[in-house]
C-alpha cells in the first residue's frame, strides 16, 4: 500500500482563486511529519510547510495552510490567492519515526500533483 | 550561504562505467539522503543516513551504494551503471529529532546512461 497518495495528477485553478491539492497518508506510527514540497520548472524542490501529528493547531506559512485532519489521515494543502506563479508540481511527503526514542526516520514522497494556474 | 552542493549537475554515460555523484552540505546537519525523481513516480528514497559511517536502504537501493565518512558529505555511488538508472537524483539533508527538520535539498543530477 502506498504511504502518500496524491490523487491528483494534474489541477487547474484560476489566477486569486484558492485551490486545495489532497495528501492522504497511511502511518502507524504515532510521532510523523507531514510536509509540502514545491517543484517549479526549474526543478528546485521548495520547502512550504510542515505539520507536526501532535500539532493540534493547522499549520500556515504565508498564503499556504495545510489542513491536517488526523482521524482521517489527510494533509491538504491549500493555496488562497492563486498566482501565475504557484505553477509548478507539488509533493506531499511524510516523515516516520522509528527506532530508541523515534532515533532514526525516513522520508517517503507521494508521486506530486501538477498545478496549472490560468490567467 | 547554507547549502547542499551535487556535482555533476548533468552526466552522460555508458552502460557498465563507474561513475559517483558527490553530496556535500554545510549546515552541519546529521541526516541526509539520495533520491531519485521519474516521472509519474515522485520522488523515491535510494539510501540515507543518520550521521558518519550510519547508512541505511531507502526503497530503491538496488545498484547504488552510498558512504558517509565526513558529516558534510555523501557521495551515491554507481558500480555499473544500467539504462534503468536514468533519473533525476537529489540528496537532502536537515537535522533530525522531534519538531520540524526541514530538508534542505540539492540542485539536482540529471543522469542518464546509454
Known amino acids: 500500500a502506498q504511504k502518500i497518495t496524491q490523487t491528483q495528477p494534474g489541477m487547474f485553478v484560476q489566477e486569486k482563486e484558492a485551490v486545495t491539492l489532497d495528501c492522504t497518508y497511511d502511518?502507524?506510527?504515532?510521532?510523523?511529519?507531514l510536509f509540502w514540497y514545491k517543484q517549479p520548472s526549474s526543478g528546485e524542490m521548495i520547502f512550504l510547510i510542515y505539520?507536526?501529528?501532535?500539532?493540534?493547531q493547522n499549520a500556515t506559512e504565508g498564503r499556504y495552510s495545510l489542513n491536517f485532519q488526523k482521524a482521517r489521515k489527510s494533509a491538504n494543502l491549500v493555496i488562497s490567492a492563486s498566482q501565475l506563479g504557484d505553477s509548478a508540481m507539488y509533493f506531499c511527503?511524510?516523515?516516520?519515526?522509528?527506532?530508541?526514542?523515534?532515533?532514526?526516520?525516513?522520508?517517503?514522497f507521494g508521486k506530486g500533483t501538477l498545478l496549472t494556474v490560468n490567467p | 550561504e547554507a547549502q547542499v552542493t551535487q556535482n555533476p549537475r548533468y552526466l552522460i554515460t555508458v552502460t557498465g562505467k563507474k561513475l559517483t555523484v558527490t553530496c556535500s552540505q554545510n549546515?552541519?546537519?546529521?541526516?541526509m539522503s539520495w533520491y531519485r525523481q521519474d516521472p509519474g513516480l515522485g520522488l523515491r528514497q535510494i539510501y540515507y543516513?543518520?550521521?558518519?559511517?550510519v547508512t541505511d536502504k531507502g526503497d530503491v537501493p538496488e545498484g547504488y551504494k552510498v558512504s558517509r565518512k565526513e558529516k558534510r558529505n555523501f557521495p551515491l555511488i554507481l558500480e555499473s551503471p544500467s539504462p534503468n538508472q536514468t533519473s533525476l537524483y537529489f540528496c537532502?539533508?536537515?537535522?533530525w529529532g522531534q519538531g520540524l527538520n526541514e530538508q534542505y535539498f540539492g540542485p539536482g543530477t540529471r543522469l542518464t546512461v546509454t
Open positions: 543516513s543518520m550521521n558518519v559511517e
Open positions: 502511518t502507524s506510527d504515532q510521532s510523523y511529519g
Open positions: 537532502a539533508s536537515s537535522t
Open positions: 511527503a511524510m516523515r516516520e519515526e522509528y527506532g530508541s526514542g523515534g532515533s532514526n526516520y525516513k522520508l517517503t
Open positions: 505539520q507536526g501529528s501532535y500539532d493540534e
Open positions: 549546515m552541519n546537519h546529521e541526516y
